[in-house]
């Protein structure tokens, strides 16, 4: 039986970064109530010009290079955005022409917070079913530019980051599962208002009713680890590292407490770069693998929630 492994991963955060201190001076907030609520201390916003793609293009190398593929190796891109570059061409596209790898299936899917979840489920399918020998898999954002930058409950959180995973065939058991969850009867908690069918109106940014939003992240994703637990027949005790969608601090400690996991046990990067949306997961990954906590045969628990509302989550031996 073939089964899917995680061989390299890798993440990007642009140059730029706002502090809560810088934040103060934009709108009516203070450092303390930010980290209080939140546990974000700084963000990374991308430079004039620079793009989604941009930035997964340097995470995808770096995942590329851990796992020793060939960029014009890679036979299978599944790319979680809700800020691509362009209507179309998809962002895939635009990064598997940058990446030489002609010819084959890429494609972005916009499960806003939840995209790198989706795109690592299908991912995973198609190199289980033998179809992918080398798959890339991206969740990259530029939230940055749908947020608007005078309304504080959402300019403290939201910022811009990439992450990337390569995927590989294994005879040993990497990805054990992937659940997956959409409810669009909560879409007006949280959105980005406007589009091509609807049309722009000249507002494109981000509106949430962050304390409802709260609430159901909490519930939804406790049941989401709890069912990823079950449908493996593995107790709580047996997971060394839980990596959790990287929103709010908060949201992470109910979690970890649903899970009776230490904080120890828990991969937290939300102080770095708040929250970035489909890349939150791969970045935190890619931090923790990179200094060394998360090591080869570790039991990850990935999960991650967002608008529509989206979620899921992934048990994977690493
Ligand atoms: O990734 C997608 C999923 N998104 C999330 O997971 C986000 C989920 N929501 C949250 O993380 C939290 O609800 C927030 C961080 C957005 C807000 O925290 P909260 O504890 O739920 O605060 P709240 O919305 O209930 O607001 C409490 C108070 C309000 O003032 P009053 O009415 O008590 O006087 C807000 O106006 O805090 C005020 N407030 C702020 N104060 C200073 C809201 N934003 C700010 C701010 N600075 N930036």
């Known amino acids: 039986m073939i089964h899917s492994r995680i061989t390299g991963t890798g993440s990007y955060l642009p140059e730029k970064v ?21 546990g974000i201390e700084r963000r990374h916003v991308a430079a004039d010009g620079e793009t989604t793609v941009d ?6 190398r770096r995942a590329l290079e851990a796992a020793g593929v060939a960029p014009a190796d890679v036979d299978f891109i ?21 990446l030489g790898c002609r010819g084959i299936p890429a494609f972005s899917l916009e499960t806003a917070c939840a995209g790198f979840m989706y795109a690592l489920s299908i991912a995973d399918k198609y190199v289980r079913c033998g179809e992918s020998k080398r798959a890339l898999v991206i969740g990259a954002e530029t939230l940055s530019r749908i947020t608007d930058w005078k309304d504080r409950s959402t300019a403290v959180l939201f910022a811009d980051g990439a992450g990337a995973v390569v995927l590989e065939p294994s005879a040993q058991p990497g990805l054990l599962s992937t659940h997956l969850h959409s409810d669009g009867q909560y879409k007006d908690l949280l959105y980005c208002a406007g589009g091509v069918s609807t049309g722009i109106d000249g507002r494109l940014t981000i509106t949430m009713a962050g304390n409802e939003v709260f609430k159901v992240a909490v519930l939804k994703l406790g049941a989401a680890v709890e069912e990823a637990l079950a449908a493996n027949g593995l107790d ?8 959790p969608h990287q929103a709010n601090i908060r949201i992470i400690q109910a979690t970890a407490r649903r899970l009776d996991l230490p904080m120890e046990r828990v991969v937290v990067t939300v102080q770095d770069h708040g929250n970035t949306s489909a890349a939150s997961v791969p970045l935190a990954l890619d931090v923790a693998v990179r200094d060394g906590r998360i090591k080869r045969g570790d039991l990850l628990l990935l999960e991650a929630f967002g608008g529509g509302f989206t979620w899921g989550s992934a048990l994977v031996r690493y």
């Not at 706002?18 to 939140?38: H, P, Q, Y």
């Not at 930035?55 to 995808?60: G, K, M, S, T």
């Not at 209507?87 to 940058?98: I, Y």
Request: hydrophobic share 40%; net charge negative.
């Open 236 to 243: 709580r005790s047996a997971i060394t590292w839980l990596v």
């Open 55 to 60: 930035l997964a293009e340097q995470a995808a």
């Open 18 to 38: 706002i502090t809560n201190f810088d934040l103060e001076k934009m709108v009516d907030t203070s450092d303390e109530w930010i980290r209080s609520r939140t």
């Open 78 to 98: 599944a790319f979680g955005t809700t800020t691509p570059d362009l209507v179309f061409p998809n962002c895939g596209t635009l990064l598997q022409q940058r």
